[in-house]
């Protein structure tokens, strides 16, 4: 099996770029229109406003703590890091209605477990890590699409207690997130490409095996904050393929107050752009989700390919600014260890959030459209402009210019939080910032104004319009 490492990982790195060239392109797909639409749910790219109104949401009150924390860890990890391949993705064989795998074979992915030991986890290690970073909630995926589960469960021996390790750490990380003081939440994934019954005659049967682990994970883990499902193309799935509405009735009745994304062929309570940070958008929560490098999972040139500092602020600035969150992604080793390089970029945001992060906590999104150059996000009396990409912005010798002249509210006092202090000029109009003060990360400009800024409160049952 050594000699057979880099093969793989090479191949599967190379899926991998090819795949995030696709992610590019996605947009968010939770969304109402008016045109008329097919009646199979597999041809539907959007929801009419009747059957939007069909479904249960989370309560505005209930999402509210996701909504201030802004920042949260996911963590992708399992025995394919043993070979350094994509978690799922690399596993070979049939994928039920998708086309089938060719990287890993399936003899070889299927059996990885057998040697999974990684004796050097430590959920509070984990916790701490997310901590360090500034992130406020914790999601773990707990079973990918190859099937693979991370805890005790009852419904199939293809899980964490029949590796050597034998240790729950589902359990170990709830218990962990629960001590920290961080919410945890589980990805699952409704696909399960080793599940005989997957897509086939019996997938009735593989329905109520799915329900079941869905079951285990809200029932025998304490709170559960975040359901964070994936199988979300409108083009493969349906709601019946899932049986989601009842899915639905039983998460919400397990963990009330839980929060669901839109991956099950239902609106959801959020949307969820992969790889790109979402479009503008305040009247509906919304969760980038992407990876601090160029997978999810850990692969040999994971420390090759971790992004710079200056982009890992750019995309949650890009994030808070647009009106959404970011779950940024960290992939373990496969001895439970997360790579030292990683721990320290992360660190580098947690020390940046500790000094500017009354930016971004408990911020919405606005009053005005973020742009090219950066944006705006308000709370309470102060509107924060973060300046990323000056360059994008007018300006003379001296100065770049930010256009206020829409804002409805009277300015007390302006400040600058990063960059040169002293160096900015503000009225009605305009907010004029010195080149010679701008801060390469983010200029961070605040205004603080005489009364309270005026903005779209993000309701889970206000869907996302075509534009």
């Known amino acids: 099996m050594t000699k057979k490492v880099s093969t793989y990982a090479d191949k599967t790195l190379h899926e991998v770029s090819d795949k995030k060239k696709i992610n590019v392109e996605m947009k968010q797909l939770s969304v109402i229109t008016d045109i008329p639409q097919p009646k199979k749910y597999s041809d539907l790219q959007h929801f009419t406003q009747d059957k939007w109104d069909e479904f249960d949401f989370a309560k505005p009150e209930d999402i509210q703590w996701w909504l201030d924390a802004k920042f949260g860890l996911f963590v992708h990890w399992g025995p394919c890091t043993l070979i350094g391949a994509e978690i799922g993705w690399a596993r070979g064989g049939t994928r039920g209605p998708e086309a089938d795998g060719h990287s890993v074979p399936v003899e070889i992915y299927d059996n990885l477990y057998k040697?999974?030991?990684?004796?050097?986890?430590?959920?509070?290690?984990?916790?701490?890590?997310?901590?360090?970073?500034?992130?406020?909630?914790?999601?773990?995926?707990?079973?990918?699409?190859?099937?693979?589960?991370?805890?005790?469960?009852?419904?199939?021996?293809?899980?964490?207690?029949?590796?050597?390790?034998?240790?729950?750490?589902?359990?170990?990380?709830?218990?962990?997130?629960?001590?920290?003081?961080?919410?945890?939440?589980?990805?699952?994934?409704?696909?399960?490409?080793?599940?005989?019954?997957?897509?086939?005659?019996?997938?009735?049967?593989?329905v109520e095996y799915m329900t079941e682990q869905v079951r285990e994970l809200l029932t025998n883990y304490g709170k559960i904050s975040i359901l964070w499902f994936d199988a979300w193309y409108p083009s493969i799935f349906e709601p019946e393929h899932w049986d989601a509405v009842n899915v639905h009735k039983m998460v919400r009745e397990l963990q009330p107050g839980i929060i669901i994304n839109n991956r099950c062929s239902l609106p959801g309570d959020y949307d969820t752009p992969e790889g790109v940070i979402g479009s503008f958008q305040i009247n509906r929560p919304w969760e980038t989700t992407t990876s601090s490098f160029n997978s999810w999972s850990w692969n040999p040139n994971i420390n090759d390919t971790i992004k710079s500092f200056k982009e890992c602020i750019d995309t949650l600035i890009g994030c808070t600014i647009g009106g959404g969150n970011l779950l940024f992604n960290v992939g373990p080793r496969s001895d439970g260890e997360i790579e030292l390089i990683h721990k320290q970029r992360f660190e580098q945001i947690?020390?940046?959030?500790?000094?500017?992060?009354?930016?971004?906590?408990?911020?919405?999104?606005?009053?005005?459209?973020?742009?090219?150059?950066?944006?705006?996000?308000?709370?309470?009396?102060?509107?924060?402009?973060?300046?990323?990409?000056?360059?994008?912005?007018?300006?003379?010798?001296?100065?770049?210019?930010?256009?206020?002249?829409?804002?409805?509210?009277?300015?007390?006092?302006?400040?600058?939080?990063?960059?040169?202090?002293?160096?900015?000029?503000?009225?009605?109009?305009?907010?004029?910032?010195?080149?010679?003060?701008?801060?390469?990360?983010?200029?961070?400009?605040?205004?603080?104004?005489?009364?309270?800024?005026?903005?779209?409160?993000?309701?889970?049952?206000?869907?996302?319009?075509?534009?």
Request: charged residues 25%; contains cysteine.
């Open 115 to 206: 040697w999974f030991n990684p004796t050097r986890f430590n959920a509070d290690e984990w916790v701490e890590f997310a901590k360090n970073a500034g992130q406020k909630y914790l999601v773990m995926v707990t079973k990918h699409h190859d099937g693979f589960c991370l805890w005790d469960t009852k419904t199939t021996d293809y899980n964490i207690m029949n590796t050597p390790f034998k240790r729950d750490v589902v359990k170990e990380l709830a218990q962990a997130c629960e001590k920290g003081g961080i919410k945890f939440g589980v990805y699952f994934s409704q696909r399960d490409w080793y599940n005989k019954d997957y897509f086939t005659e019996n997938h009735n049967r593989y």
């Open 350 to 467: 947690g020390a940046w959030l500790k000094k500017y992060g009354e930016s971004v906590y408990g911020t919405r999104g606005g009053p005005f459209k973020a742009d090219a150059w950066g944006g705006f996000a308000c709370k309470n009396n102060s509107i924060f402009i973060h300046i990323l990409h000056p360059n994008y912005l007018p300006s003379d010798d001296e100065a770049v210019y930010i256009d206020m002249s829409e804002l409805q509210n009277n300015v007390a006092d302006c400040k600058m939080l990063s960059g040169d202090g002293g160096t900015y000029i503000a009225n009605k109009k305009c907010v004029k910032v010195k080149k010679i003060g701008l801060d390469e990360v983010d200029t961070i400009v605040e205004l603080v104004c005489t009364d309270k800024v005026v903005t779209i409160m993000p309701d889970p049952k206000n869907g996302t319009r075509v534009r």
